[in-house]
């Protein structure tokens, strides 16, 4: 089976990794080789839609809470 050398990584990168391994309870190399099959063969949980997402979302109040300031802006000189 081909290797992978992966250099000049990132120091933040690798100690989640090592985090992450050590979550799933499984070697660095393994979590590495498990991330790279989710991503790019699509093995894994499927991602929800935009749909999906929006319908999950908390009710957050009533949409006058959101309301826009309607500012013009500043007049420009041309």
């Known amino acids: 089976m081909p290797q992978l050398i992966v250099r000049q990584i ?12 050590g ?15 989710k991503v790019l063969l699509g093995k894994g949980a499927k991602q929800p839609s935009l749909k999906e ?3 999950n979302m908390p009710n957050a109040g009533p949409d006058s809470v959101f309301s826009r ?4 802006g500043r007049k420009l000189g041309l």
Do not use: P, W, Y
């Open 23 to 37: 979550l799933h309870g499984v070697s660095t190399e393994e979590e590495h080789r498990q991330i790279l099959r």
């Open 69 to 72: 300031i309607h500012d013009r």
């Open 53 to 55: 997402h929006l319908l």
């Open 10 to 21: 990132e120091e933040i990168v690798v100690k989640k990794l090592k985090a992450s391994a």
